[in-house]
């Protein structure tokens, strides 16, 4: 499993909005030039947590984004999956039209699909405010 450019964008900012939340609404362009990131993938990012109802958007002048719930509410998994799709780390554990057809007679599956739990596990046991608590600890 790789996780894209879109997913680790995404937890930056989702970190950046805990950083700065009191401050209100926060423009695009503002998050863009802190994090580095162009504006216009920002865009996309941001329509994708904004239609998930991960964060709030007001649009026009003095608009822009902002958390709607409180960081331990919101893990690591979550934004992940959202943005990737999925944490699966091979191909055939996958559901739907892109199965494994192999997954009856597969002997290495069972192995995989539990790489796929600890990951799920791991990710979801992770909230935005563990990973600001993570960074002051060191």
Request: aromatic fraction near 8%; hydrophobic fraction near 35%; charged fraction near 25%.
């Amino acid at each position: 499993m790789i996780v894209s450019t879109k997913g680790r964008y995404a937890l930056r900012v989702m970190v950046y909005f805990v950083l700065h939340g009191n401050e209100g609404y926060i423009p695009l362009k503002q998050i863009a030039e802190a994090e580095g990131i162009s504006q216009k993938y920002l865009e996309a990012i941001m329509t994708t947590l904004s239609k998930a109802g991960f964060v709030d958007a007001v649009h026009g002048k003095g608009g822009g984004y902002r958390l709607n719930r409180k960081p331990e509410e919101y893990t690591v998994g979550s934004i992940l999956k959202l943005t990737e799709g999925s944490l699966n780390t091979v191909s055939c554990t996958t559901q739907g039209p892109g199965a494994c057809n192999r997954a009856t007679c597969c002997h290495t599956l069972p192995m995989w699909e539990k790489l796929d739990k600890m990951v799920d596990s791991f990710f979801e046991g992770i909230t935005l405010a563990d990973l600001l608590e993570e960074k002051q600890e060191k």
